[in-house]
């Protein structure tokens, strides 16, 4: 590939976790440390791609040269990512919670006055699947399936079911060290069917990924 492959295209990354509010000071929120979204936005920038990185709370900063998008929640990330579109690709390594707290108070929940919490949890937007069936949807899509069993299986169906063109799949069985790691071991699923790649950094995951999407978009 020539220097900047990805020059004058507009890519979006979601990453990180989402903390879903249960009062003005608790949460709920997942062990996504953003390690593979910001990878993956790095490398797109070093292909000379114009990346928006819409992340929910990471402790990690956001790579050099994006335009960051700073959100707390799915549903703050729904209406970020909207406000993004259009874009030629979109690659979504967020961890989405799949629920937010339906009765969040607004404010502090008091040990002794209002006793056990009863939460009541409604669901999040799929933020993926939403943009894939929009009128706006990017002409490369890019999911991640994180999984602890029947890894392909569950991710070809996943492919399906949200209408995305590519899904890196990956078991995060805590034996695995993944998430939260600094490796990661991803099967590749395509329309075409699926293919593991090695366990390599999640840096070199990135920059496969980086350029495979720039090999799409130039051809
Ligand atoms: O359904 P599941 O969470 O396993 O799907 C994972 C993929 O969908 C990831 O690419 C994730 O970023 C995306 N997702 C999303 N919005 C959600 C849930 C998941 O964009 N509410």
Not at 78 to 105: G, I, K, T
Not at 116 to 145: H, Q, W, Y
């Amino acid at each position: 590939l020539a220097v900047g492959p990805l020059k004058g295209k507009r890519i979006l990354v979601t990453s990180g976790p989402t903390h879903e509010p249960i009062d003005p000071v608790r949460y709920i929120a997942n062990r996504s440390s953003g390690a593979q979204g910001t990878a993956i936005a790095a490398a797109l920038v070093h292909l000379g791609a114009d990346v928006v990185f819409v992340t929910g709370p990471a402790d990690i900063a956001p790579p050099a040269g994006v335009e960051v998008v700073k959100v707390q929640s799915a549903r703050e990330m729904m209406a970020a990512v909207q406000r993004v579109l259009p874009v030629d690709a979109a690659v979504f390594a967020a961890a989405v919670a799949d629920w937010h707290v339906e009765n969040a108070r607004a404010s502090k929940m008091k040990k002794t006055k209002d006793g056990m919490p009863d939460l009541k949890f409604a669901e999040n937007p799929d933020i993926l699947a939403t943009v894939c069936a929009s009128v706006k949807r990017p002409r490369l899509v890019v999911g991640f399936a994180a999984e602890t069993d029947d890894v392909v299986a569950n991710a070809t169906a996943k492919r399906l079911r949200k209408g995305c063109d590519w899904i890196l799949a990956n078991d995060v069985s805590p034996e695995t060290g993944i998430m939260g790691g600094s490796e990661n071991a991803v099967s590749f699923v395509t329309e075409e069917g699926a293919q593991a790649w090695p366990r390599m950094s999640k840096t070199e995951v990135a920059k496969k990924l980086a350029g495979l999407i720039a090999q799409t978009l130039n051809s």
